[in-house]
């Protein structure tokens, strides 16, 4: 199973996604976590990314395309992958199509995490992240004491990127460049299913879980019925 997690930032896709880890054994290729690692390990990568990411602008085609191949290649190659934050542009679409072709594969299902914009301000505006990973939200998870993790009593970090002015940006770059790979998928082969993120985790969960199941048409297996 190849699965793409379409949405804009904020639509809670990080979160389902380690869901489906968890769950159901995917391997996860989510390019802002392998720009942000290589940022971290300061390669030359992460130095070229980090004038992109801090503006909410896109890193180039090429660059996001080179390291999902080179990921794709650690692989095993019947492995189950989710796509989280890739492809963000048709190019990107494209390219993987024939990345997965070269090793007869394709992607089967298309799963869209739907949210207002004002959520995704909140949501996003409100992100606090501690150094150990922790991730508070000061509306509505905010930690005991203003600014400090309470788990490890570091100042908690407000990314760049979830800055007001960059978030509005990131949506607009959404709009303009993401969204239209939703009707570049609904015209090829791939179920692509539209649920509504502002579900709540659990219920947001069981939709995408029908979703992943629910198998395209002229194939045997039963369609799950139930939960959505
Ligand atoms: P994310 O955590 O997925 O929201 O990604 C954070 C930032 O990394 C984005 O705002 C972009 O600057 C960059 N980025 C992540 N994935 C891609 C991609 N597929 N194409 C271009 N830039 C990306």
New binding site residues.
């Given amino acids: 199973m190849i699965a793409v997690f379409l949405g804009p930032?904020g639509a809670g896709?990080?979160t389902q996604s380690a869901k489906l880890i968890r769950d159901l054994g995917f391997r996860k290729i989510?390019?802002?976590?392998?720009?942000?690692a290589a940022r971290q390990a300061g390669t030359e990568l992460g130095d070229a990314?980090r004038r992109?990411?801090d503006?909410?602008?896109?890193?180039?085609?090429e660059?996001?395309v080179a390291l999902?191949e080179e990921t794709l290649g650690g692989f095993p190659a019947d492995a189950p992958i989710l796509f989280?934050?890739?492809?963000?542009?048709l190019p990107?679409a494209r390219a993987l199509d024939d990345a997965l072709a070269r090793t007869g594969r394709a992607v089967e299902r298309v799963v869209v995490l739907d949210v207002p914009e004002q959520v995704v301000l909140r949501r996003i505006g409100g992100r606090r992240i501690s150094p150990n990973g922790r991730v508070y939200n000061i509306h509505d998870d905010p930690p005991r004491v203003d600014g400090v993790c309470d788990e490890t009593g570091e100042p908690l970090i407000h990314r760049k990127?979830d800055r007001p002015q960059t978030i509005l940006r990131?949506l607009r770059?959404y709009e303009a460049q993401t969204e239209p790979i939703i009707a570049y998928y609904e015209e090829g082969a791939p179920p692509v299913a539209r649920l509504d993120g502002m579900q709540g985790i659990e219920e947001t969960y069981r939709s995408v879980r029908a979703a992943l199941r629910r198998m395209p048409a002229g194939e045997t297996e039963p369609r799950c019925n139930g939960t959505k």
């Fill in positions: 930032p896709k990080g989510a390019t802002g976590d392998l720009l942000r990314a992109y990411m503006a909410g602008e896109l890193v180039p085609d660059v996001i999902v989280d934050g890739f492809p963000r542009t990107q990127d990131r770059v």
